[in-house]
């Protein structure tokens, strides 16, 4: 317990003379929280512009049809119309500034009134496969329509069921895991940066010194660490408040001990990490970057149960996936075991083994490469 | 003369850190490896269908509904019951009354379980069975549909993996750039050295023109290791060499610069490092590598129009699928951007080596 103390009040001094160890936590996940903000949480209509040459009324139906469709993500129609003759719009075409071109020939309402089939230029830009299908489906989300409008006949009814509690933003859902992210970087150079300052104050081989255990001085830095994670999770989820009106200090309680088992796992990761590499701002890199990959692959932006093959897998195998969705259910109020996928039981075992593994690993490290010797 | 001495020192300085150095590869590629995990189910989508699909002329055209390079766009999985899912995998579609053309009316009625909480994945729910519906109706038609002829830029959709892949490139052009910038400065701190460049009787511009070539030439070595990377996975290779290789220099050369110049202010190479990850990927982001930015909102095509990210995107993604980029436009915002960052830094070494040092 003496060794414990001690440890903690050197490590506060520390981390009081130099609180750059809370710049990863603050820092990072805020630039990261703000550009998903910028773009996850921010979708506008696509530009199209569309060029109606037809000589009938049923040009001007399509056109209503394709510009007033709306997406169930934001809210806003799927396509802005940007109104352009033929030329203009392909001038804007090629400098980029429309997504897409719709030309609508002269003999589309006679074809139609004709009982023909008709047809209509689509130019755009398949940037990715993804935003080829979106182009192309959201095109025929307004030709549905106009099929509909146009044709009494069409008496084919599609009910949508809303089957779970709600229905949210996208950002919403992506800032509660930056939340988890700002927690574990805080956490994680709150260990890492203060093992560093030791280390240019060359006092990291006074362990070697000590007629005690340093167990407990490993303890002090995980609640040093954790300490230094929970303020800068802190701040970040009042920048969440700010841009998504979400509390997350309401949810405290239920998320508490998601939080603190995986800041652990976290926190003794980059402890052996740290010590088995040597040097400090090597380790810092691989830890950082390997959170912030493992944080992606963990349902962080998309949820895993669309995964498949190997990505399940690895979701299905890192702790994060089981703490976040945790976190989600409670501040969601949602199905935490994303439709029977992830297991509560099964999820608190995977998070507990994983803080066990890395604990013993951490501690064997800890005490090979920092404790006396003898013999 | 004297330029060649420091990029000797420079490279020479490797050794003294090749964790770091090698950290500064691996980043990248880990990147790689996430989000070619994370693509590789491409666009399909796993949806529960009830009755099974032979059992239902619509349910067998949403199994064939696909994009044109032939992968579906869903992936039909039969449910045991049509009854709303409670802890299912995914959204559920049931066909109440099959979709049928009979005395001249098309009659039928679907419904579409919504079992996700995430309004974008109700969209692309909502999205294929629309589309679905709509190819099944021109199947069941003689006359009255709309045929759409596709004219598109690119003469195949240029598979999701593959050009992320490239845009996760362009990520560790900016990554390494800034980080290996940074190290230099970082490491002359570190190692109680910057008194020997303060004492240089030297011109400034010599040493930053020396600690920047090695850079670049670090810069180009962890590029080459991801292209062999990124080959071996997607087998693609640029299309165009030479831009390809101006695009390079140039991208390295501006955020070499903007990474020593973050290096000579923060010191630790802890800091700086956290510094340059976030700003890599804000900018990378923000300059459109997780998609075009006509996703985006206005403010964030403000953003990345003054962004050097994003014509670096372009001009490499045209280097391996080319399309109609605005090249002209893409060099010259960078050429520019390579000379403001290299006269900054140059200004900033200059007051730095004539300022004194207090500790």
Not at chain 1, 73 to 80: A, I, S, T, V
Not at chain 1, 100 to 105: E, K, L, Q
Not at chain 2, 222 to 229: A, E, P, V
Request: net charge negative; aromatic share 14%.
């Amino acid at each position: 317990m003496r060794v414990f103390t001690a440890e903690l009040k050197k490590l506060f001094i520390l981390f009081k003379a130099d609180p750059k160890s809370l710049v990863a936590g603050i820092i990072a996940p805020t630039i990261i929280l703000i550009v998903f903000a910028l773009t996850f949480g921010n979708f506008t209509a696509l530009k199209l512009a569309f060029v109606n040459e037809d000589r009938g009324t049923y040009g001007t139906t399509l056109e209503t049809s394709i510009f007033s469709q709306i997406s169930p993500l934001g809210q806003n129609p799927y396509f802005e119309e940007v109104e352009a003759d033929y030329d203009t719009a392909f001038d804007l075409y090629a400098q980029g500034k429309v997504n897409g071109v719709v030309v609508v020939g002269e003999n589309f309402s006679a074809d139609l009134q004709n009982g023909k089939n008709t047809s209509i230029e689509y130019h755009f830009n398949n940037y990715n496969t993804d935003m080829a299908k979106n182009l192309r489906l959201y095109l025929t989300e307004g030709i549905l329509d106009f099929y509909r409008v146009t044709d009494p006949n069409l008496q084919i009814e599609v009910e949508e069921v809303l089957n779970v509690e709600t229905q949210l933003h996208w950002f919403d859902i992506i800032a509660v895991a930056v939340f988890l992210l700002a927690f574990l970087l805080g956490a994680m150079f709150n260990m890492l940066y203060l093992f560093s300052k030791e280390k240019t104050y060359d006092t990291l081989y006074e362990y070697r010194l000590s007629p005690n255990s340093i167990w407990s001085s490993l303890l002090a830095r995980v609640v040093m660490a954790l300490f230094a994670g929970t303020i800068t999770a802190a701040i970040n989820a009042v920048f969440i408040w700010l841009l998504t009106g979400i509390n997350l200090a309401l949810f405290i309680p239920g998320m508490i001990a998601p939080l603190l088992v995986l800041g652990i796992i976290y926190v003794f990761f980059a402890v052996i990490v740290v010590l088995l590499v040597g040097s400090f701002s090597g380790a810092a890199v691989f830890t950082m970057a390997t959170t912030i990959i493992l944080w992606f692959l963990s349902g962080a932006t998309a949820s895993i149960k669309y995964a498949t093959g190997i990505l399940k897998a690895i979701a299905m195998a890192i702790p994060n996936t089981y703490g976040l969705s945790q976190i989600r259910g409670e501040v969601f109020a949602m199905d935490p075991s994303v439709g029977g996928l992830l297991g509560f039981t099964e999820g608190w075992l995977i998070m507990a083994g994983y803080m066990i593994l890395t604990m013993i690993a951490a501690v064997y490290v800890y005490r090979k490469k920092l404790a006396r010797m003898v013999g | 003369m004297r330029v060649f001495r420091i990029i000797s020192k420079e490279l020479k300085c490797i050794k003294e850190d090749i964790s770091f150095n090698l950290v500064t590869i691996l980043s990248p590629l880990l990147f790689l490896f996430a989000f070619w995990l994370m693509l590789s189910g491409g666009i399909m989508l796993p949806v529960q269908v009830y009755p099974d699909t032979q059992s239902s002329d619509f349910l067998k055209t949403m199994e064939s509904y696909q994009a044109p390079d032939g992968t579906p766009y869903m992936e039909l999985q039969p449910a045991a019951e049509a009854v709303p899912p409670t802890n299912a995998e995914s959204n559920l579609i049931v066909i109440d009354q099959e979709p049928s053309f009979k005395n001249g009316e098309i009659t039928g009625n679907i419904v579409h379980y919504i079992n996700d909480v995430n309004e974008n994945m109700t969209k692309n729910f909502r999205n294929r069975l629309d589309g679905a519906l709509v190819s099944y109706i021109d199947s069941l038609r003689n006359g009255g549909n709309v045929i759409i002829a596709e004219t598109t830029v690119y003469e195949q959709d240029i598979p999701w993996d593959t050009g992320f892949g490239v845009s996760v490139f362009v990520f560790g052009l900016v990554l390494s750039g800034l980080l290996f910038g940074m190290l230099s400065m970082t490491s002359e701190w570190e190692n109680k050295t910057t008194k020997l460049l303060k004492l240089s009787p030297y011109p400034a511009g010599i040493t930053v023109t020396g600690k920047i070539i090695a850079n670049i030439i670090k810069c180009f070595v962890s590029g080459l290791i991801f292209l062999m990377i990124f080959f071996l996975i997607f087998k693609a290779l640029p299309v165009h060499a030479l831009p390809f290789s101006l695009s390079l220099f140039l991208v390295y050369g501006i955020f070499v610069c903007a990474g020593m110049c973050i290096g000579i202010y923060i010191k630790s190479t802890l800091t700086a490092f956290l510094i340059s990850l976030a700003t890599a990927l804000t900018l990378w982001v923000g300059g459109g590598g997780f998609g075009p930015l006509s996703y985006f909102g206005d403010i964030a095509n403000a953003l990345g129009s003054i962004n050097p990210a994003t014509y670096a995107i372009e001009v490499v993604r045209w280097c391996y699928f080319n399309g109609n980029v605005d090249l002209a436009a893409g060099f010259t915002f960078l050429s520019i951007s390579f000379i403001a960052a290299f006269s900054l830094i140059l200004v900033i070494y200059t007051r730095w080596v004539r300022s004194e040092e207090v500790r």
